[in-house]
């Protein structure tokens, strides 16, 4: 398809070449969910070229029916380009969600996507949801990830640089597919607990004779063990227990 444009529409943006191709990635569901409304996310490119160096996408609240209160970032990209992509005051995500738009092609070059991790991640999980397939695990892969196989990749095939804490995921053409990502710090070789030292109940207490606050909002101290005795309560807005709540 021939585009026109008028040349002064565009004196502080970047005109492509014909053979560029440009895909959009929609990247939405971070967690820890609160960590990130409003908040930036990075796009760098690791690579040369008259495609431009930076970009920033503000974080949008997308309330629409399917992903409704989903959190998301919408960008182009160009295939065959190596990206690096971080959230504003480098956040770390538990979870993530990329998507593909459906004008990608078969023989779209992949887009490589880094994710670098302030806190190192012990493993990863990531899956491949193409539609009317079955989602594919693409976490324990065939082969591993080199310079040279990468025009051969599917899309959620992955490498961890450990060295540098980044998370690498190919995103191709070869079948529109979205990918879910579960980031652990830590996963096999935890720490245990810390256990934490509860205070000595001096306080013990029925619901029935308990004053509840009319806003609804009670918080149980740390000294005092309280034993649900009723069969209805009124509804409750918050409890905060720092003792103990028995149901018997």
């Known amino acids: 398809m021939q585009l026109t444009y008028l040349e002064a529409n565009f004196e502080n943006g970047i005109i492509c070449n014909d053979d560029v191709e440009l895909r959009a990635l ?16 990075h796009i760098d490119t690791f690579d040369l070229g008259n495609v431009g160096n930076e970009t920033s996408v ?26 690096k992509l971080t959230f504003e005051d480098d956040l770390d995500f538990s979870q993530l969600t990329i998507s593909q738009y459906i004008h990608t092609q078969p023989e779209d070059e992949p887009i490589e996507l880094a994710f670098p991790h302030k806190e190192p991640r012990e493993d ?60 652990y710090k830590c996963r096999y070789d935890c720490p245990e607990p810390e256990e934490i030292p509860t205070a000595d109940i001096t306080n013990v207490l029925y619901w029935s004779q308990m004053t509840i606050p009319s806003d609804g ?27 103990e709540l028995i149901f018997d």
């Open 124 to 183: 990863y999980d990531l899956f491949r949801k193409v539609r009317t397939e079955s989602t594919v695990n693409v976490t324990e892969q065939d082969h591993q990830w080199t310079p040279a196989n990468v025009s051969t990749l599917l899309s959620g095939e992955w490498n961890y640089l450990m060295n540098d804490n980044e998370l690498h995921v190919a995103i191709t053409g070869t079948k529109t597919a979205t990918v879910d990502i579960d980031a």
């Open 58 to 83: 503000l974080a949008s609240h997308l309330l629409s029916q399917e992903h409704n209160n989903h959190y998301q970032w919408i960008a182009a990209f160009v295939a065959g380009y190596h990206y």
């Open 217 to 243: 909002k009670l918080t149980i101290d740390a000294d005092t063990r309280v034993y649900f005795d009723v069969e209805n309560s009124q509804i409750m807005e918050e409890i905060i227990v720092y003792g």
């Open 26 to 41: 929609r990247f939405y569901s971070p967690q820890p969910r609160s960590n990130f409304w409003g908040r930036k996310l």
